[in-house]
């Protein structure tokens, strides 16, 4: 049986990633790591964690003691560098930390390719520091994901991003964490 940390497991991409994967393999048991510690997604092999994702000490002492996977889900645009670093860089460098200390990990880091400047920049920067550890890491990139459920600010430029040609098929959810998915599920076989 193998364990999979989700850090960020409640939001949009980090539900839809359980979702699919629970349907890909019935072994896997799934540790979604937030704020909240709630979850709209119910099966017996998710197991909620209620705990601040910046802290890695705290996280520490609740996850499963090994796991073969962890995944970043967290990430918002914010032009305060601070508060983007506490958004998005503390997080990562929690997983990172977290997967140092584990015999063979994957991580999985969700970047972007639309968005503010600073956003895509620092997302970029994050992921090139995850690349450059000794962990193999998979990672999508992707441009506006939506569908399932998803119905904000960013689902109503749809129209005008196929419109201007930027539209992608690999905006669906089910595509994108798929994607994810096998890359990680390849870079742990390997």
């Known amino acids: 049986m193998a364990n999979v940390v989700i850090l960020g497991g409640n939001g949009y ?10 349907e890909i ?6 540790y979604i790591v937030s704020r909240s510690g709630q979850n ?9 964690i209620k705990v601040d994702v910046t802290n ?3 996280v520490a002492k609740k996850r499963p003691d090994t796991f073969d996977y962890i995944i970043d889900c967290i990430g918002v645009p914010e032009k305060d ?13 929690t997983m990172l930390a977290l997967a140092r200390k584990q015999k063979d990990p994957v991580m999985g880091f969700i970047s972007g390719r639309l968005g503010p400047k600073t956003f895509i920049d620092g997302k970029a920067q994050i992921l090139k520091e995850l690349q450059d550890s000794s962990i193999k890491v998979a990672s999508v ?5 939506y569908g399932n459920g998803r119905k ?10 196929k419109f201007m040609d930027l539209f992608s098929a690999k905006m669906n959810p089910d595509d994108v964490v798929k994607d994810l998915i096998n890359q990680m599920i390849k870079l742990h076989n390997s």
Do not use: C, Y
Request: glycine content about 2%; charged content about 35%.
């Open 13 to 22: 991409l980090g539900r839809n990633i359980t979702k699919v994967w629970l």
């Open 25 to 30: 393999d019935p072994k896997l048991e799934f």
């Open 40 to 48: 709209k997604l119910v099966d017996k092999r998710i197991h909620n």
């Open 56 to 58: 890695e000490k705290d």
């Open 81 to 93: 560098p601070e508060k983007f670093k506490q958004i998005n860089d503390l997080p990562a460098e």
């Open 141 to 145: 990139s992707p441009n506006v994901v």
């Open 152 to 161: 904000d600010s960013m689902t109503k430029m749809v129209p005008f991003l």
